[in-house]
């Protein structure tokens, strides 16, 4: 097991604590191992840290605009992978219309959040209402489907070859962030059986992202019932209590949600601002340069982000300072806000993440350039 070197030590003109009453006319910046719960050191400079006059090379912040991708597809594993690494894919289904043939994943658990639209969520463990601000956890190797009438749009998080969890929650204990009872699965009720039939029923199975159909000659969500502690699950953001702090900016790996063994999901809320008059309003700048940072932007102004609008994603990679931007930390600095009234999603991930050519086709190129304050 790897045992860290310890020696905190301070060095020039710091302050006493972490993200709390800075020295005059600086900007703090963090260095971390493993996110936020290794070894890290404060590092205090004169100017913001993402400052830059242009970066030239692969490695820049990106923004990119989901909603002008226009592809509909009927069946979730048609909707293509957007950013992907070993251990995720990370997917936007649009569509217009009830799915006709059942899913499987053989790949991984899906976390799908609904973005868009309400649905019936018909699964092996019976049907489940769905309305937008749902997460729903779909286990490795369940069939289901979903029936809507309106567009529906759905952020698909899959932990490939890996299932999901629940953050260990430590001295604020279990029922923090949300209560576990606040779960609901699926039931065995009247719209499940009635939708149970003899007529032939198709599913599409992902393996390794080909697809395979195997037919059956009746609907193979024929279960009377199931006892077990392994089902699909539903939470909305809505009953997520975030944990807060008046006199300290927590940071982003205290709203985590769900994780997986080689990335976390974290979900930001609404929430008051701290009132403290020397803790920080904004995110600090950090390197966080053991995880790529994915934001899935839902609904709200998002307090840390300029020119970002709901169902954009923004993606920082490994080697790069993140944190505010400018107008952002301007507005921070000066606590001209009260609350967030922002919903967001972070995966953030061990690996580096590929980009697919159609998300690429709707990057705002200029978003490297918006850190220096000067791009509308």
């Not at 006319?25 to 890290?40: A, I, Q």
């Not at 199931?226 to 940071?251: A, C, E, F, K, T």
Request: proline share 6%.
């Amino acid at each position: 097991m790897l045992k860290w070197i310890s020696y905190p030590k301070s060095e020039g003109v710091t302050s006493r604590q972490a993200h709390c009453d800075l020295p005059e006319n600086s900007y703090e910046r963090e260095m971390s191992k493993e996110g936020f719960f290794g070894p890290s050191t404060q590092l205090h400079h004169r100017h913001p840290p993402t400052s830059w006059s242009k970066i030239t090379g692969p490695l820049q912040p990106r923004a990119f605009d989901t909603t002008k991708l226009l592809n509909q597809q009927d069946h979730p594993w048609l909707a293509e992978s957007l950013l992907h690494n070993h251990s995720c894919h990370i997917r936007l289904w649009k569509s217009q219309q009830s799915m006709q043939q059942l899913a499987r994943n053989a790949d991984g658990d899906d976390l799908l959040f609904i973005h868009q639209g309400q649905v019936e969520l018909y699964c092996d463990f019976g049907h489940l209402s769905l309305t937008e601000g749902d997460y729903v956890l779909i286990p490795r190797g369940t069939m289901w489907r979903v029936e809507h009438d309106s567009e529906l749009i759905v952020l698909m998080m899959e932990a490939t070859g890996e299932s999901y969890g629940l953050p260990e929650k430590g001295m604020v204990g279990h029922h923090a962030v949300f209560d576990q009872a606040m779960l609901d699965t699926p039931k065995i009720d009247e719209a499940f059986t009635k939708q149970q039939s003899d007529e032939e029923h198709s599913v599409f199975v992902k393996r390794e992202n080909l697809i395979t159909e195997i037919t059956y000659p009746f609907n193979p969500l024929d279960a009377i019932g199931w006892h077990g502690d392994l089902s699909v699950s539903r939470i909305n953001w809505r009953d997520i209590r975030p944990l807060m702090s008046h006199r300290y900016h927590l940071p982003p790996s205290a709203h985590t949600t769900f994780l997986s063994k080689h990335f976390v999901v974290c979900t930001f809320c609404p929430r008051p601002m701290e009132s403290d008059p020397g803790a920080l309003k904004v995110p600090f700048f950090h390197n966080n340069d053991d995880y790529e940072e994915v934001i899935f932007y839902h609904q709200g102004e998002f307090f840390s982000r300029d020119n970002i609008h709901p169902g954009m994603i923004t993606l920082h990679p490994c080697g790069l300072t993140h944190g505010p931007h400018p107008k952002a930390l301007q507005t921070g600095l000066s606590a001209k806000r009260e609350a967030t009234d922002e919903v967001a999603i972070m995966i953030d991930t061990r690996d580096a993440l590929v980009t697919s050519q159609s998300l690429e086709q709707v990057e705002w190129k200029d978003y490297v350039n918006s850190w220096r304050g000067e791009t509308a």
